[in-house]
């Protein structure tokens, strides 16, 4: 397909050629500080509001009020809290270059919470409530999608900032973003040319953008004749990966095509570390399109380094304007900061608005709309817009820039070290085709792409795998199983408690690395017995004001601690900041142990196993050998007597708890080898926790043991053969079935209260 071919949107539309959206692309002139240089020679008389404003928003005669609507809690704050920052610093300059028509921008900051329900929402509140003239937000394509009737139905304007698959266009949408073809048949291309690959694996989290790049990238793939060998998909935040790091292992691609987003990143480079994949080697060769330079800083540097990344920007590109723009950035965030391909779109989001609402005379969205502004050459040149254009009008020449993350683990900012560029080719896409007329069948048979020796060692390998998850799941209910099963407390903020014990590791190997450095490798240890004390604490004091007083009132329990996770999520990110963060581990946690071609047993694993053993051990040993134990089992029995015989009920139920709390910020150590730590991150296993819990029997140890080893086991296997998402579903169906038969669960010690 010929651009010159390509439907014109309007007979006025000047579009750049190729040549100079080529340039104006690679060398990142559309993040020159526009509004500084325009400052002296741009000044716009402020127009009457009632020419301006025709349509009741908020505009004033000196301010005109905008939303900004991102994730700043959840999975996807790692990602999207530097187009966060962007838009504040966009906003900000435009403000200092005299505003947009004589007005200063005021936002209004709502937060998606990685929940695409609550985009919708926030979005409805944006437009209704607060009558903003204009929304900069979103980073997935479902929380686009939540959010679009709703654009519709109050006509409002979303300017996102962040890859785009190419299906829908909508008049209520600027997508700054690339279109998917843009970094897919460019990327795939350069690793068949270069590398010489062959066979891919093709992953992706589970939603719309990650589902559509990777049908476009199969339908490159076999139309070069190369081959898919596997594809797979997991939910936002899942930190479990060992299953298809094995299938890969199986597999043997020479190419991981992975479309991996939010805190997933965390867990999946470092597992894949773990598993024995370095990446530095290229056997096989990882290639990305969903990570940027600023979420190395959450990844961790070592984790990742060896892995490709096809994107439209990077900040280590070499001209005057990316310069100027990462100056800017870094002087009003911090020079610790990353700058990455998503942060720079979200850039350009107010620069577009401001430019679209004076060109057209008015903040009316429909006037906004109507006319689609045209760009001068005097503004293009300065580089704005230039991505707006590419993106909603079709394809051009884009050169995507192939960059080889090799970072140092000290590194602060990340930067690329060898860049490769793509050469410039013309894409045979645009928006207004349908990706969705793909169709492609699969082989549904279980076992059919195995023999023998692959199931064995299938098998062997989730095996482990699943030992991996039990080791969590245990050190996770033992507390909650102490805490439940035995004060009959429900514990919502159990996973709060976790979370304290991770950011508690977190901040101990910070410390370590500042101040002793020389002992480094020893930090961990003493990260776990602080976790353990910081949490028990924490427990103690919960215990007295709060829980002390609900004995006996389940529900009021779980609503207070319900409340009380809300209030702990609101201190930690308080405390911590939203984005979530990765911890370094000591080297000696890293790497592998191979036992077979296929087979390789992670030290981490092996470690939090370990950790499980001597946990579970002490618990056990302090509930039934302890003297304390026997306070303990005596109140479980009958409380009143108890206290007659002369135990202080108050004291066992204030250790009890405190102790139950304690093993969760253990866990919460354990937590930090496999996944991202964030203020939101512990809500995710509270479910899987009370499953393993009711099902092994509340007030039974054993059956905690017996249940998450069931659980944990069954889940790893299914997932190897089926979807995580199945794995889990038919997990669940299987727990509740045998809950109908044996409503007690496996195991239930027979008590009087």
């Not at 704050?77 to 270059?97: F, V």
């Not at 002390?548 to 900041?577: E, M, N, V």
């Not at 809500?683 to 099902?695: N, S, W």
Request: proline share 4%; glycine share 8%.
């Amino acid at each position: 397909m010929n651009i010159r071919d390509l439907p014109q949107p309007h007979s006025n539309m000047k579009i750049p050629s190729p040549g100079r959206f080529h340039q104006a692309c690679l060398k990142a002139k559309l993040l020159a500080i526009a509004g500084l240089m325009m400052a002296a020679n741009t000044a716009i008389a402020a127009p009457a509001t009632s020419v301006v404003n025709t349509t009741g928003l908020a505009v004033t005669d000196n301010s005109v009020k905008v939303g900004i609507l991102h994730s700043s809690t959840g999975t996807m704050a790692i990602s999207e809290t530097g187009s966060i920052q962007a838009e504040k610093l966009a906003i900000e300059q435009i403000n200092a270059a005299g505003g947009v028509l004589g007005r200063k921008i005021e936002y209004v900051q709502e937060d998606g919470a990685s929940d695409w329900p609550t985009f919708a929402e926030k979005a409805r509140k944006l437009l209704v409530s607060d009558k903003v003239a204009a929304i900069f937000g979103g980073w997935t394509s479902a929380s686009r999608k939540a959010m679009l009737p709703v654009l519709e139905q109050y006509n409002g304007m979303l300017y996102y900032p962040t890859f785009y698959e190419g299906l829908e266009q909508s008049p209520n949408v600027i997508y700054t973003g690339q279109e998917a073809t843009q970094q897919i048949i460019s990327g795939i291309d350069w690793v068949v040319k270069n590398k010489h690959a062959k066979t891919f694996y093709l992953l992706g989290s589970d939603y719309i953008w990650p589902r559509t790049a990777n049908k476009i990238a199969r339908h490159h793939i076999e139309k070069l004749g190369l081959k898919v060998v596997g594809e797979d998909y997991y939910p936002l935040g899942n930190t479990q990966f060992n299953s298809v790091i094995n299938k890969i292992k199986l597999k043997k691609p020479d190419v991981i095509y992975a479309i991996v987003v939010g805190g997933s990143n965390v867990a999946f480079y470092k597992q894949l570390k773990a598993a024995g994949i370095d990446m530095t080697q290229e056997k096989p060769l990882l290639l990305t399109i969903s990570v940027t330079e600023d979420e190395i800083r959450g990844i961790g540097g070592e984790n990742i380094v060896g892995a490709y990344a096809s994107m439209k920007y990077f900040q280590s590109m070499d001209n005057p304007e990316n310069k100027s723009f990462v100056a800017a950035f870094k002087k009003r965030w911090g020079n610790d900061m990353v700058i990455g391909d998503v942060t720079q779109a979200a850039y350009l989001g107010p620069w577009l608005w401001k430019a679209a609402v004076e060109k057209a005379g008015s903040f009316d969205v429909d006037k906004i709309v109507r006319p689609r502004p045209v760009l001068s050459s005097k503004m293009r040149r300065k580089g704005m817009y230039a991505s707006m254009i590419t993106i909603i009008y079709g394809p051009k020449r884009l050169s995507v820039a192939l960059v080889r993350m090799a970072v140092r683990r000290d590194l602060s900012d990340a930067r690329t070290y060898r860049t490769e560029p793509i050469p410039e080719r013309l894409t045979d896409a645009s928006p207004h085709i349908a990706w969705g007329v793909f169709d492609f069948t699969e082989d549904t048979s279980m076992f059919s792409d195995y023999n023998f020796a692959d199931l064995a060692s299938i098998f062997v390998m989730q095996g482990f795998s699943g030992l991996s998850l039990f080791a969590v799941f245990v050190l996770m209910s033992l507390g909650l199983a102490i805490i439940f099963g035995q004060m009959g407390v429900i514990n919502m903020a159990h996973g709060e408690f976790m979370i304290l014990g991770a950011y508690v590791t977190w901040l101990t190997g910070k410390f370590f690395s500042a101040y002793l450095p020389s002992i480094f490798g020893i930090y961990f240890f003493v990260a776990i017995a602080l976790a353990f004390l910081c949490t028990a604490l924490l427990g103690t004091l919960v215990e007295k004001i709060l829980i002390r007083h609900l004995y006996k009132r389940p529900l009021d329990t779980l609503l207070a601690t319900w409340g009380l996770s809300l209030i702990l999520q609101q201190c930690y990110r308080s405390l911590f900041g939203p984005r979530e963060v990765g911890v370094d581990l000591p080297s000696w946690l890293m790497g592998s142990y191979q036992f077979a071609d296929n087979i390789d047993i992670p030290v981490n694993g092996v470690f939090v196993l370990l950790l499980t053993v001597v946990i579970t051990a002490f618990t056990a040993w302090l509930i039934y050998f302890s003297a304390w134990g026997i306070k303990v089992r005596a109140v479980v029995l009958n409380r009143q007597m108890a206290s007659a015989v002369g135990i202080n009920t108050a004291q066992v139920d204030s250790r009890t708890f405190a102790l139950g709390c304690g093993i969760a910020g253990i866990a919460g150590s354990a937590f930090t080898m496999i996944g991202s730590t964030g203020p939101t991150a512990g809500q995710q296993y509270i479910v899987d926790t009370f499953l393993v819990v009711v099902f092994g029997g509340a007030q039974s140890l054993l059956g905690t043991l017996a249940s998450a080893f069931a659980i944990s086991q069954s889940q790893s296997t299914l997932e190897f053969f089926l979807s995580g998402s199945m794995a889990k579903v038919i997990t669940l169906l299987i727990v509740v079935g045998i809950l109908l038969l044996r409503p007690q669960g496996l195991f239930a010690n027979r008590v009087r209260r």
